[in-house]
């Protein structure tokens, strides 16, 4: 038996996926009369902000060109026009990388039109959600101020779990001032001045807003940058090339090995030719979920182990406008970016801290003493630790499983959960980057936007 239409759908989480999975239930709501009622919480209170667009640094651009940044699948033009509409002459053309906050300008403006059409679909509530729980015929959504919401469907939008500790650093060293956990709130590096020596812990997309930040603020020198293997996210193109897709049939279920020699073969062709890597690894983006499904765990994991960094920084691209401006403020020798180990960090001199780190095959440790700390490690493992209280509530009720590779929880078809004997719920869903585990590249809006109109489309029927 088909299981029967939601009627109370909670949407947890209002960053872009949420937003947009409430945006397409309200317009159901509207255009079809689907019958449901939808409650969106957010523990921020914001719309179509989250980790990604809540900045209000107008250095910190989209690192996907707009063409490509539409939220709605069926209307891929939709941001291009929209930024076109609203600053007319002045807006970013499609191949062009727009301000972040400008996203959320228009995400938000995409989800007030959705409201518009039927007032009254949608409560909005601010809090976390800190647990779920089965209820007579549904699920019950605990807030951390006791309140609860009862729902017949649940939609898990939480996007990343915060920044992970980092690992030798002494307890309590976090606490001090100076040290920066959020680069992108709004007065970050207010307290940063011009020659206060600065370490960023990461040498990822954070590091790159947070040296675009210190500039910003006039920040001169010197800063130290550092990850276990230093690397750096590569550059977009100056102008766009289309994909290239691999030669030959798709390699889906190929060993990992056999796969890697495989893409290297045609970037080495791409070189002899003097042709751009970039295309072949675009080519590989359509393909890249059934890549992942394809491989066994083993081979997943040894993805992860080998290729995981880089995969990242040539896949995770950042603006030419960025990438210039980082690299001017490198070869001023202001930013030095190192491949190293913290070896221990902690509080060290009255106002600063101490690093002591390996550098990245060497013997000796080096110390280093910086005033300031950002730390731009990315997220963390989404079940380690206190990172996601809600998703290991869930873990811990039997609603979910790990995946098992620790990426996130474990997902079915169109994101549905699945609970601790292994059958997939019809009930609650988890979208964007818990899913990841599912389909590994769910963190862009290209992927997530797909996710998001077919959830929908589900829960709204027919069925
Ligand atoms: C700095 C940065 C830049 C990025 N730039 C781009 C880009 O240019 N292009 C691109 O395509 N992708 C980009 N991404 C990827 C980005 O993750 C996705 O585009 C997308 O924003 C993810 O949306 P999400 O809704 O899954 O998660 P998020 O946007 O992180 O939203 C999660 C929301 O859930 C809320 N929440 C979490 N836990 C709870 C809880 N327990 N209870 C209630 N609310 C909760 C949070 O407050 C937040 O609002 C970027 C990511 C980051 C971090």
Redesign the pocket.
């Known amino acids: 038996m088909k299981p029967a239409l939601p009627r109370r759908v909670v949407v947890?989480?209002?960053?872009?996926?949420?937003?947009m999975l409430s945006a397409h239930l309200v317009r159901a709501v509207a255009e079809r009369a689907a019958g449901v009622s939808v409650t969106l919480?957010?523990?921020?209170g914001?719309i179509g902000?989250?980790?990604?667009?809540?900045?209000v640094n107008p250095s910190?651009?989209?690192?996907?060109r707009a063409r490509?940044?539409s939220a709605f699948p069926e209307a891929p033009d939709d941001f291009v026009q929209w930024l076109a509409d609203r600053l007319g002459a002045d807006a970013p053309g499609p191949d062009d990388?727009a301000p972040?906050m400008l996203?959320a300008r228009y995400l938000r403006d995409r989800f007030d039109a959705a409201m518009a059409l039927a007032p009254g679909a949608l409560t909005r509530r601010t809090?976390?959600?800190?647990d779920i729980v089965p209820s007579a015929g549904g699920l019950r959504v605990w807030?951390a101020d006791g309140h609860v919401l009862d729902a017949d469907a649940v939609a898990l939008?939480?996007?990343?779990a915060a920044a992970a500790p980092v690992t030798g650093t002494v307890a309590a060293t976090a606490d001090q001032p100076g040290w920066i956990v959020d680069p992108?709130a709004p007065d970050a590096f207010a307290q940063v001045a011009p020659t206060d020596p600065v370490l960023v812990l990461g040498t990822g997309?954070?590091m790159v807003?947070a040296i675009l930040s210190l500039d910003d603020v006039g920040h001169r020198d010197p800063i130290l940058a550092l990850s276990r293997r230093g690397l750096v996210p590569t550059r977009h193109a100056d102008r766009p090339e289309p994909p290239l897709p691999l030669a030959g049939p798709a390699p889906i279920g190929w060993s990992a090995s056999r796969l890697v020699r495989h893409v290297r073969a045609a970037l080495r062709d791409a070189q002899a030719r003097g042709a751009d890597w970039r295309p072949i690894v675009d080519g590989l983006r359509p393909i890249t979920q059934d890549l992942w499904q394809g491989a066994s765990l083993g081979d997943r994991a040894r993805l992860l182990r080998h290729l995981r960094p880089i995969w990242d920084v040539h896949r995770?691209r950042i603006a030419p406008a960025a990438a210039d401006r980082l690299d001017a403020i490198r070869a001023q020798g202001r930013l030095r970016i190192a491949a190293g180990r913290v070896v221990s960090l902690g509080p060290g001199t009255p106002d600063g801290f101490t690093l002591v780190w390996r550098p990245r095959g060497a013997d000796r440790p080096q110390a280093w003493t910086s005033r300031i700390v950002v730390n731009c490690t990315g997220?963390a493992s989404a079940l380690e630790g206190g990172a996601?209280?809600?998703l290991q509530a869930i873990v811990r009720q039997g609603l979910a499983r790990p995946d098992p590779l620790g990426l996130g929880i474990e997902t079915g078809d169109g994101g549905a959960v699945i609970d601790a004997s292994g059958r997939p719920s019809d009930r609650l869903f988890a979208?964007?980057?818990?899913d990841r585990g599912r389909a590994w590249e769910?963190?862009?809006?290209?992927?997530?936007r797909r996710q998001v109109a077919e959830l929908a489309a589900w829960i709204t029927g027919p069925r």
Do not use: K
């Not at 919480?41 to 921020?44: C, K, V």
């Not at 910190?60 to 996907?64: G, I, S």
């Open positions: 947890v989480g209002a960053g872009f996926a949420g937003t919480l957010d523990a921020s914001g902000l989250g980790e990604a667009y809540r900045t910190h651009l989209l690192n996907v490509a940044m990388f972040r996203y809090g976390a959600a800190v807030q939008c939480v996007g990343n992108w997309l954070s807003d995770h997220p996601h209280p809600l979208l964007g980057p818990p769910t963190t862009a809006v290209p992927d997530i």
